[in-house]
């Protein structure tokens, strides 16, 4: 008897770890898929830096807040690979910073917006200049918070992320975070890409960087899998509408009728190129003709190439 329960004490030690890695991937691989989603309910495209950062802070009490704010911005910057110029000290700083952060009074921003980082592109796929606003008394929680967005990483996921609404650290950047901005800004990735196309990119950051690789590489093609599926019910208008754009609180009809549209289209683009699905020419016409049916401008250019790709394959 004693034998047997010692057998199992020893199989539960052994296998505690093994669940809590598992359990920590797959909430990882939630927090990953939820950054690409904006806050008013709808997918993202990838946008990044392809320059180098001139940033200006200015504003008040810079003794406080310059440093741990400039810090911040180093740490995500060089995560990504891109160099950042301080030019806050010099007298055309604001005609050639291409980031500006000031630093408000409290009673600038609304309440309940401590802080706020506008991205400004011609497209949706480089970033050409950005703005910071963190109040006063928030500048020093919300520094990492809204470096991350300066990056162009846009989403706030639940998880283990300085972009959480509820991070478990603000005076620097988490795992997670150093992963998306490696993947985000990795050879691999391109202005513009879809979530479908970034994720999987994401993903195999978070699968190099734990430890059972092989449990971890099971666990991203089960949720790859699992995600596209939740999508196509979304698209449709039959499944739930994702966690994220329920937490965010600024969701709209309107908002969730264009997030579908926007998801029919990249699941068109996911099953023309074959990312995170096999291609299927026929289910990437469907999706794309669904997309246009609805209004996207997008999905109407892609079609004909799905549909010249669909006749090719008939042939």
């Known amino acids: 008897m004693w034998k047997s329960v010692l057998t199992a004490l020893l199989a539960a030690t052994v296998m505690t770890p093994v669940l809590a890695q598992s359990d920590e991937f797959e909430q990882g691989m939630g927090t990953l898929w939820e950054v690409l989603w904006h806050q ?27 440093e741990h704010t400039l810090q911040a911005i180093r740490d995500v910057a060089t995560e990504a690979g891109v160099r950042v110029v301080d030019v806050s000290d010099r007298t055309d700083a604001s005609a050639i910073a ?7 009074p409290d009673n600038l921003l609304e309440d309940n917006q401590p802080c706020v980082t506008f991205l400004n592109f011609l497209t949706e796929t480089r970033i050409e200049s950005a703005a910071v606003q963190m109040r006063n008394r928030d500048a020093w ?41 490696r993947a985000w800004y990795s050879p691999r ?18 699968v190099q960087a734990t430890p059972d690789r092989a449990g971890a590489a099971r666990s991203r093609d ?20 994702p966690a994220i754009v329920k937490r965010s ?39 794309l003709q669904r997309a246009a049916t609805m209004g996207s401008r997008t999905a109407q250019v892609k079609l004909g190439a799905a549909q010249a790709r669909m006749s090719g394959a008939t042939r």
């Open 189 to 206: 990735m391109r202005g513009g890409m879809t979530p479908f196309e970034s994720l999987p990119v994401m993903a195999e950051e978070l």
């Open 40 to 66: 008013s309910g709808t997918p993202t495209r990838l946008v990044r830096w392809e320059q180098e950062i001139r940033v200006r802070v200015h504003g008040v009490n810079m003794r406080t807040h310059k």
């Open 98 to 104: 291409n980031l500006s952060i000031e630093i408000t």
């Open 141 to 181: 929680r919300c520094a990492y918070h809204e470096a991350m967005h300066v990056m162009g990483v846009r989403g706030h996921p639940g998880g283990k992320t300085v972009l959480s609404y509820f991070p478990t650290k603000v005076d620097g950047l988490l795992p997670l975070d150093k992963v998306m901005l």
């Open 222 to 241: 089960a949720f790859l899998l699992r995600t596209v599926a939740q999508m196509q019910d979304f698209a449709n208008g039959a499944g739930d509408v």
């Open 249 to 287: 609180g600024k969701a709209t009809h309107d908002g969730i009728r264009f997030g579908q549209m926007e998801m029919s289209y990249f699941l068109g683009v996911a099953y023309l190129e074959g990312v995170s699905v096999q291609p299927d020419a026929l289910q990437a016409v469907q999706w």
